[in-house]
């Protein structure tokens, strides 16, 4: 899959939330950038060895621009520093994409819920249901009532957002919130992996839809060496068990895209022609798992011996 790459323009630095910096990216020429539809993200190449996901959280049918939110994060991994101390308004920055693996299903009623800069997919996804005439509520929890991105924003849905930060209402209150939800009902969750852990364990199969920011904790099987067939390459190589698909095809000279190697960016999801996936990514659904047709190749692996790969 070919995405659309190139240098955007910071034309704007603004203030969403304390630790949180909202930007704002256009074409340098003016050209119109891709359609995307909520839930989408892009990635944003820093530097070297430096490059992050990040949420749109603009409005889609804006094709000049697109806005993304940074929360700071003082023991991340230089990803959130780096845009919040050295990233100025007229800078240029490499992005790619947009890609989606949190799309916003129709049904007629939804249950929203964010925590922190988990807001920031949830955002285009509220004007969408709302504009579809659908039923809807927000629970949107944070630290601090000051640390929580676009409620000024959100504040012309009146009702339907209830805003609790934790230092004024304690825990998020899940129970409420998703007991007795109505047959149709879709559920989107997006925040810390604590809170999309506890939406799971009160949500029925098939109704939850999450996107983490971390990599989900995974009972993985015993790594074991394998083959990877690359079908469009005619190469058979050996993954050994400490190695991942990934690296080992990178280092046979195959070029594919990968951003965050731990199985949360989707980045990396490849075609499966022939073999049986060994899933621990975070990103695929129970269903894709169990059909078996991708895998991310930054984490998978192999619960046989041979899988076929479309590259």
């Given at each position: 899959m070919t995405l659309y790459e190139a240098e955007l323009v910071v034309e704007r630095r603004e203030s969403a939330a304390d630790?949180?910096?909202?930007?704002?990216?256009?074409?340098?020429?003016?050209?119109?950038?891709?359609?995307?539809?909520?839930?989408?993200?892009?990635?944003?190449?820093?530097?070297?060895?430096?490059?992050?996901?990040?949420?749109?959280?603009?409005?889609p049918a804006d094709r000049q621009a697109w806005r993304i939110a940074v929360l700071r994060e003082p023991?991340?991994?230089?990803?959130?520093?780096?845009?919040?101390?050295?990233?100025?308004?007229?800078?240029?920055?490499?992005?790619?994409?947009?890609?989606?693996?949190?799309?916003?299903?129709?049904?007629?009623?939804?249950?929203f819920?964010?925590?922190?800069v988990g807001i920031t997919p949830i955002l285009s996804m509220l004007a969408a249901a709302e504009a579809a005439g659908a039923e809807w509520t927000l629970l949107y929890g944070g630290r601090t009532r000051e640390s929580m991105a676009?409620?000024?924003?959100?504040?012309?849905?009146?009702?339907?957002?209830?805003?609790?930060?934790?230092?004024?209402?304690?825990?998020?209150?899940?129970?409420?919130?998703?007991?007795?939800?109505?047959?149709?009902?879709?559920?989107?969750?997006?925040?810390?992996?604590?809170?999309?852990?506890?939406?799971?364990?009160?949500?029925?199969?098939?109704?939850?839809?999450?996107?983490r920011f971390q990599p989900k904790a995974q009972v993985a099987g015993e790594n074991t060496e394998f083959e990877v067939v690359l079908e469009r390459s005619g190469r058979t190589l050996t993954v050994a068990p400490d190695v991942s698909v990934l690296d080992t095809v990178r280092a046979a000279g195959v070029e594919v895209l990968f951003s965050c190697t731990?199985?949360?960016?989707?980045?990396?999801?490849?075609?499966?022609l022939d073999g049986a996936p060994d899933h621990r990514d975070s990103v695929l659904t129970d269903e894709e798992r169990e059909a078996g047709e991708t895998m991310l190749i930054?984490?998978?692996?192999?619960?046989?011996?041979?899988?076929v790969l479309d590259l």
């Open positions: 630790g949180v910096l909202a930007l704002t990216l256009r074409h340098p020429l003016g050209e119109k950038l891709p359609s995307w539809e909520p839930g989408a993200h892009i990635d944003v190449v820093l530097g070297p060895g430096l490059e992050r996901q990040y949420s749109l959280c603009g409005d023991d991340g991994r230089g990803g959130s520093a780096y845009v919040h101390g050295r990233l100025d308004e007229g800078d240029k920055v490499r992005v790619r994409g947009p890609r989606n693996h949190f799309a916003l299903e129709p049904a007629p009623r939804y249950r819920i964010a925590g922190g676009f409620t000024g924003e959100l504040s012309r849905y009146g009702d339907r957002v209830t805003i609790a930060p934790q230092d004024e209402a304690g825990l998020l209150d899940l129970a409420s919130v998703l007991a007795g939800v109505p047959e149709g009902t879709l559920v989107y969750c997006c925040g810390p992996g604590p809170l999309l852990d506890a939406v799971e364990a009160r949500c029925p199969a098939g109704v939850l839809h999450v996107e731990e199985g949360t960016c989707g980045t990396c999801e490849t075609d499966v930054c984490v998978s692996r192999c619960r046989g011996k041979r899988l």
